[in-house]
């Protein structure tokens, strides 16, 4: 089994930063590929980031290119986002996940592809 815990989350003003963390356990991390997802009142959850288990591909929602960036410390069996330039419409809950699959060399974007997911972490943008 795989446990994975997020934080980081928060209120922030339009044009503020935030870093969230996904630290994960049972499992490592390190062989898998990792996403970070999205889910605001009302909406379909959203894919926003993934990083491949060797760190050498990422990839990214195009409402989220150039202001958020994933990364991994396979270390600390920990997954980040960091999130610049935030908008009112980033406001959601925000989960990360674990894709079980070795097959893809690149991470995957579709919520079904994932196993497992932490319980998320609320992120508001106030404007």
């Known amino acids: 089994q795989v446990q994975l815990v997020e934080s980081g989350g928060g209120l922030v003003q339009a044009g503020g930063s935030l870093r969230l963390s996904c630290a994960a356990s049972?499992?490592?991390?390190?062989?898998?590929?990792m996403g970070w997802f999205r889910q605001a009142p009302g909406k379909d959850r959203e894919f926003v980031a993934g990083?491949?288990?060797?760190?050498?591909?990422?990839h990214y929602a195009d409402s989220v290119k150039g202001r958020f960036t994933i990364s991994r410390d396979d270390a600390k069996n920990t997954v980040y986002l960091q999130m610049n330039s935030l908008k009112p419409e980033d406001t959601a809950v925000y989960y990360c996940?674990?894709?079980?699959?070795?097959?893809?060399?690149?991470?995957?974007?579709?919520?079904?592809?994932?196993?497992?997911w932490g319980q998320g972490t609320q992120v508001t943008v106030s404007s």
């Open positions: 996940a674990l894709d079980r699959s070795i097959w893809y060399d690149s991470p995957r974007q579709r919520a079904y592809d994932y196993d497992y």
């Open positions: 049972g499992r490592t991390a390190s062989n898998y590929n």
């Open positions: 990083v491949n288990r060797s760190g050498t591909a990422t």
